[in-house]
């Protein structure tokens, strides 16, 4: 669904992310794996046409995604607060992605019932901008958004973060669902081990822009990451 190739982006004398063939499944959720620097969201705003490469192509269903805005209508995406609209209330925001995807109120609504245990006291006061709410809080309607449409791909990065336990095991069961009802392609990175090892059937672990390890998630693989980290944190 997703295919890399020969791709690579430079900042000054550093290589973001080096990475010579990579195909991504439908039907996967794949976690992105590294420490902080690895990488990671890089790769991810590189495949979302966020960054230009420097050379190589991202294509997504055989097409590349730099010359053409055909796979915006089925990927969903939340990268960091720049993506959401601060001046605008909760509903107002999730109603403008409703509009792009072309998804009428009674959709809408169900999907926000569908979501209302994950969104929490995120919506309780509906007339609170977004901007005025917390980071958890505006991490999840950031989320809630990318969720919406419930897209063919869907790419997350750190989606943990601001989370407390109770809204993290929601998502995660969320994104399980997802991925088994409609075959979504998930795709989403992450620092910390247990939330990779808790929910992804494939992880790729970056170092220094590369892809050092591409593995199925078992006991061994989560073994030799555990054993990785560990060494990076005694460097």
Request: aromatic share 6%; glycine share 8%; proline share 3%.
């Amino acid at each position: 669904m997703i295919r890399i190739t020969d791709l690579i982006k430079t900042f000054g004398p550093t290589t973001a992310v080096s990475i010579g063939e990579l195909t991504i499944r439908a039907g996967e959720i794949t976690g992105i794996a590294g420490n902080n620097g690895a990488g990671k969201t890089t790769l991810l705003r590189l495949m979302l046409d966020l960054l230009k490469p420097d050379t190589g192509m991202v294509c997504s269903k055989d097409r590349n995604v730099y010359q053409s805005e055909h796979w915006k209508s089925y990927t969903g995406a939340y990268i960091d607060e720049h993506f959401l609209i601060g001046f605008l209330k909760p509903l107002e925001y999730f109603e403008l992605i409703a509009s792009l995807y072309g998804i009428n109120a009674t959709a809408l609504q169900q999907m926000l019932d569908s979501l209302s245990d994950f969104l929490g006291s995120a919506m309780e006061d509906r007339q609170k901008l977004i901007r005025q709410l917390s980071s958890g809080n505006r991490h999840k309607l950031g989320i809630a958004g990318a969720l919406i449409p419930e897209p063919e791909i869907l790419i997350l990065d750190e989606p943990f973060n601001f989370l407390d336990p109770g809204a993290q095991s929601k998502l995660k069961d969320i994104l399980k669902n997802l991925c088994v009802r409609k075959g979504t392609c998930i795709i989403l990175s992450s620092h910390n081990l247990y939330h990779i090892a808790g929910l992804c059937n494939r992880i790729l672990l970056m170092e220094k822009g590369k892809i050092i390890e591409d593995m199925a998630n078992s006991k061994p693989s989560l073994r030799l990451l555990e054993s990785y980290f560990e060494l990076q944190g005694s460097n």
